[in-house]
């Protein structure tokens, strides 16, 4: 069985960073395409960013490109987020999850964390 623990969530003032962490124990980390998303009270879970099983290739959303970056460090089984620049509107519940589809859609994801908040203040 897969899990997924989410980390390094907090409160920041506008422009600062945070970098999240997940860690994934279960199944060898080479064999699934992991992702970011964000869900913000009321709104729906949307894709924040994603990174192939080989780490080779990475895709974001337009709305944080150039802000965040997702790594994966293979040998502690973790995938990163380094949030920078960070804006109130980055504010939201962020979940990291894992799959063998390479998607920005979250039904195509198998394995979710249980989420680590972001507040972002003015």
């Known amino acids: 069985q897969v899990q997924l623990v989410e980390s390094g969530g907090g409160l920041v003032q506008a422009g600062g960073s945070l970098r999240l962490s997940c860690a994934k124990s279960g199944r060898p980390a080479t064999t699934y395409n992991m992702g970011w998303f964000r869900q913000a009270p009321g709104k729906e879970r949307e894709f924040v960013a994603r990174?192939?099983?080989?780490?080779?290739?990475?895709s974001y959303s337009d709305s944080v490109k150039g802000r965040f970056t997702i790594s994966r460090d293979y040998a502690k089984n973790t995938v990163y987020l380094q949030m920078n620049s960070l804006k109130p509107e980055d504010t939201a519940v962020y979940y990291c999850a894992g799959g063998s589809s390479w998607s920005i859609l979250a039904v195509e994801y198998d394995y979710w964390g249980q989420g680590t908040q972001v507040t972002v203040s003015s």
């Open positions: 990174i192939i099983w080989s780490g080779s290739i990475t």
